[in-house]
């Protein structure tokens, strides 16, 4: 059948070629404008999903309760269950808050940064990278919140009115987290939503039930479509993405202030914040590859999110890559420079010290790993590119591990030093927060538009009213040669309608 | 259009609210748009599935007022955050640690920052709901059958006889004269499942 053959094409089609004065076509396989609508509404519109969702999804809420039952026996026994002693105070739940903080960035850099920078192929894959981020965000929130011991006094981090008369430190890194994780949270929030506004609505009006019409009638606010609506609508999305910018650049920023306003060696560095910033994006990128390849291959998008897209993933990988690999490496300058016997020791112990393990498993995966993104024939290899997604996944939660744990382990004090190892109950409690994450990305591929379609139709070239001044050279219209005959063939065979 | 005509006949008279032009490709659209704007009607719109560039001209439309609300949200999210902080840290309960002042800006500036983006934010996007006038829920235009398709591939325009210069019969033949595939009437008290 010929919509399926549009669908599902055989081959990869191969629209990354590098020509000056063309741009590559962004949306392959000849879809129009209703094609687009309908393969991202089938899989919700599905009356079931497929089996290899539920097995996914079953395997998803075995973790989240686990994760529940690790937090419930954490709050009954109280936090000598984990691994943390002095001097390894931080231990896992801080190194999994960066951890999981740092993979949100990539869905704003996506959303906000490249959309304020023009970078169109966004359009494909700004949606899930931004459910992505608030799902990130969420198992992020989890371990500040279960870390305090006390969890039933958690509401003492807000300057919320109390018996004591006793309002917060302000000038305490931990508070303005409290402000920067939350605004973070709400505002990629807001964002998410509304640019789902447009693609609820849509599904509304193709919802063959009264109940899918009436739940996404509500969602999608009585939006109409109209062009009195989009001009503020466009504005709005154009200052959301102007104030999550600074945002996201804020957020990681002070995460790292949580370490460099301290006064320990290996984290009283003024480095950590473009480091932590360059660290998040890349980590964060390598979540959505590997999230994205899956989606693509499961769900038959394969022709919205296309080999271009994943090449471009690859390069800001390759690049953030090497930000965090200088950082790596300037942070032994600074040591040596510094003349600081003390601040010395900390990174000869980081490379060589009971912890080298973890540092060489961070420099292989962060550092090593992504240098194959140098060749073109690696980057557009869906395989290679998801299997260095996984190393710099790994990658990035040893670097947090190196930075909250080497440096706490061998303190000012010889007698003590101490070899920080976590409990059982640390580890599952990291499986579990995966298991949240997985749950709510599997329910938001089930359910909602998982690509923006009105920001995808908006860059596809059908629709450009003066696409024909620009060709051949300008908008869309550099592929490969050939690698749309299948396209011309169904134009011909379908007498040129879409 | 017709069957609305039709099942609008037993009962009390409905009246006319408007006309519905569809249009398939965007060519159309923009002269229509240009043609409705040099006639100047005034209570209509384009409706399209995506933000189509270029539109806002042929409308004749005015840049959005949104930028002031964010930065009047941006505005009230800093002071607040500068008051607050002031008031708990160095007036209400004064902190003294590490023999640093009891009050010092550079300390309160990442709290500031993060409220002034809140409150920005909370602005742009409530303040975007308010000057589209949304939710709302039911709309005259939603009683056509073919407008579901505005959020998947056509585009309308859609003329309101609220305009008391053009009569029923003025915008019928400017609906008319506008090029479209197709030309609906939309009527008061559709018995088409809304």
Redesign the interface.
């Known amino acids: 059948m010929a919509t399926e053959r549009l669908e599902f094409p055989s081959t990869e089609v191969l629209n990354t070629a590098d020509k000056p004065g063309q741009r590559p076509r962004l949306i392959t396989g000849g879809l129009?404008?209703?094609d687009i609508?309908r393969v991202v509404s089938r899989l919700s519109e599905a009356p079931a999903p497929p089996r290899g969702w539920w097995i996914l999804f079953l395997a998803s809420v075995g973790l989240l309760i686990l994760l529940f039952a690790m937090i419930g026996y954490l709050i009954f026994t109280g936090v000598g269950v984990w691994g943390v002693n002095t001097p390894v105070s931080w231990g896992f739940a801080i190194v999994n808050f960066v951890f999981w903080v740092g993979i949100g960035h990539a869905g704003t850099l996506i959303s906000a940064i490249l959309f304020l920078f023009r970078q169109k192929w966004r359009t494909s894959i700004n949606r899930f990278a931004e459910a992505m981020t608030i799902f990130a965000v969420m198992c992020a929130g989890i371990f500040p919140a279960i870390h305090v011991g006390r969890i039933w006094v958690v509401h003492w981090l807000f300057?919320l009115p109390n018996q004591m008369?006793?309002?917060?430190?302000?000038?305490s890194?931990l508070?303005?987290d409290v402000?920067?994780v939350?605004?973070y949270f709400?505002?990629s929030l807001?964002?998410w939503y509304?640019g789902m506004i447009?693609d609820l609505?849509?599904f509304?009006?193709?919802a063959p039930g009264k109940i899918r019409r009436v739940i996404f009638?509500?969602l999608a606010?009585?939006?109409?479509?109209?062009?009195?609506?989009?001009?503020?609508?466009?504005?709005?999305y154009l200052?959301?993405a102007g104030?999550?910018t600074?945002?996201v650049l804020?957020v990681h920023s002070?995460v790292s202030?949580d370490f460099a306003t301290s006064q320990l060696p290996g984290w009283h560095t003024s480095i950590f914040p473009p480091y932590f910033v360059a660290g998040a994006i890349f980590g964060g990128f390598a979540m959505v590859v590997t999230l994205a390849i899956l989606a693509r291959q499961v769900l038959g998008l394969r022709n919205i999110i296309t080999l271009h897209h994943l090449e471009n993933m690859a390069k800001v990988i390759l690049a953030t890559g090497m930000m965090v690999g200088y950082a790596y490496g300037m942070e032994f300058f600074t040591a040596w420079y510094s003349g600081n016997p003390t601040e010395a020791f900390t990174f000869v112990n980081r490379a060589l010290g009971p912890y080298a393990w973890a540092y060489w498993i961070m420099i292989g995966c962060n550092v090593v790993a992504p240098q194959v993104f140098w060749f073109k024939k690696a980057r557009n290899s869906i395989w290679l590119l998801f299997i260095v997604a996984m190393f710099v996944n790994v990658g990035m939660w040893f670097e947090r591990f190196v930075i909250v744990v080497t440096s706490l382990s061998r303190d000012f004090l010889p007698s003590s030093w101490s070899y920080y190892m976590p409990t059982s109950v640390d580890l599952l409690t990291l499986l579990g927060s995966f298991g949240l994450f997985f749950t709510l990305f599997l329910l938001f591929l089930r359910y909602a538009p998982v690509v923006a379609?009105?920001?995808v139709?908006?860059v596809m070239e059908d629709?450009?009213?003066h696409a024909e001044e620009h060709e051949p050279l300008g908008d869309y219209w550099g592929d490969e040669p050939g690698a749309h005959t299948e396209r011309e063939r169904l134009l011909r065979a379908n007498g040129g309608a879409? | 259009m017709s069957e609305h005509v039709a099942a609008a006949e037993p009962t009390s008279a409905p009246r006319l609210l408007g006309f519905l032009v569809e249009f398939r490709d965007?060519?159309t659209l923009?002269s229509a748009c240009e043609k409705v704007r040099d006639s100047g009607y005034r209570n209509w719109?384009?409706?399209?599935?995506?933000?189509?560039?270029?539109?806002?001209d042929a409308?004749g439309?005015k840049?959005?007022r949104?930028?002031y609300i964010?930065f009047l949200g941006g505005v009230t999210g800093l002071g607040l955050a500068l008051l607050?902080?002031w008031w708990?840290?160095a007036i209400?309960?004064p902190?003294l640690?590490s023999g640093?002042p009891i009050f010092s800006l550079p300390?309160?500036i990442?709290?500031m920052?993060?409220?002034t983006?809140?409150l920005?934010?909370?602005g742009?996007?409530f303040?975007?709901?308010a000057?589209?006038r949304?939710?709302?829920?039911?709309?005259p235009?939603?009683t056509s059958e073919r407008?579901?398709?505005?959020?998947?591939?056509t585009y309308f325009i859609?003329l309101e006889l609220s305009d008391p210069e053009f009569g029923a019969q003025a915008a019928r033949e400017l609906a008319g004269s506008l090029g479209g595939a197709s030309v609906e009437e939309i009527w008061e008290d559709d018995d088409a499942e809304a």
């Not at chain 1, 008369?165 to 000038?171: E, K, T, V």
């Not at chain 1, 939006?223 to 709005?236: D, F, H, I, M, T």
């Not at chain 2, 407008?147 to 591939?153: E, I, K, S």
């Open positions: 129009g404008l209703h609508t300057p008369h006793l309002w917060p430190n302000f000038r890194p508070l303005w402000f920067a939350g605004t709400t505002v807001l964002f509304m447009p609505a849509t509304r009006d193709r009638g509500l606010l009585g939006w109409r479509g109209s062009n009195r609506q989009w001009l503020n609508y466009e504005k709005a200052l959301l104030l999550a600074p945002l804020s002070v202030f379609m009105a920001e139709k908006s629709v450009h009213p879409q | 965007t060519a923009f719109d384009a409706h399209t599935p995506y933000p189509v560039h270029g539109l806002n409308m439309l840049p959005s949104l930028p964010a607050m902080q708990m840290n209400d309960y902190y640690i640093k300390a309160n990442p709290v920052f993060e409220l983006v809140l920005a934010a909370f742009t996007f303040g975007m709901l000057v589209n949304l939710p709302r829920f039911h709309h235009v939603f407008f579901a398709r505005a959020t998947d591939d859609s």
